[in-house]
T-cell receptor, first 108, second 113 residues
């Protein structure tokens, strides 16, 4: 079976940094994805890790440790528009298994 | 259009009625997926189509759920005799091939009264 855990909610101040952790136990692994989902909208791709280490893309970075079954998404210089749900998803062949999502609220 | 489209965007139905949800994938994408997102929960895989291969229906929750895809184009998800627990957002995604990034549509919000 698949078990993917991430915190339910996080709150941070505009301009700050927030780190969203994701732990997983899955039967197979072909990579880990992070998606952003604004309320009522489709999830949009943020990052993909298949090897251990840090992937940086502008204000967003994602880290993976396969041996620990652990990933995090780091959001820097938070902006109000970053208020959204962030979904951690593990790929096994073609299937994506998702965590329940972390709702991030950015306050002025 | 450039992205995945779904229709209708919202559907309200009465318990026991059948509903049909439609997905138009990105042109050229051979792989198509349906997911269900219940309130406060993660996306659940429902079904996967890849070209002309037999679909993976392992995620369909009951025999009331079925899906079809015509070649590498439109897909429809049908829910027969809807129940209140079927209320959710149904998301469709497509990818160039099974190994590639999935692009999601905006979803259909289904409410069963």
């Amino acid at each position: 079976g698949q078990n993917i855990d991430q915190p339910t909610e996080m709150t941070a101040t505009e301009g700050a940094i927030v780190q969203i952790n994701c732990t997983y136990q899955t039967s197979g692994f072909n990579g880990l994805f992070w998606y952003q989902q604004h309320a009522g909208e489709a999830p949009t791709f943020l990052s993909y890790n298949v090897l251990d280490g840090l992937e940086e893309k502008g204000r967003f970075s994602s880290f993976l440790s396969r041996s620990k079954g652990y990933s995090y998404l780091l959001l820097k210089e938070l902006q109000m528009k970053d208020s959204a749900s962030y979904l951690c998803a593990v790929k096994d062949d073609y299937k994506l298994s998702f965590g329940a999502g972390t709702t991030v609220t950015v306050r002025a | 259009g450039a992205g995945v489209s779904q229709s209708p965007s919202n559907k309200v139905t009465e318990k026991g009625k059948d509903v049909e949800l439609r997905c138009d994938p990105i042109s050229g994408h051979t792989a198509l997926y349906w997911y269900r997102q219940r309130l406060g929960q993660g996306l659940e895989f429902l079904i996967y189509f890849q070209g002309n291969s037999a679909p993976d229906k392992s995620g369909l929750p009951s025999d009331r759920f079925s899906a079809e895809r015509t070649g590498e184009s439109v897909s429809t998800l049908t829910i027969q005799r809807t129940q209140q627990e079927d209320s959710a957002v149904y998301l469709c995604a497509s990818s160039l091939a099974r190994w590639n990034e999935q692009f999601f549509g905006p979803g259909t919000r289904l409410t069963v009264l």
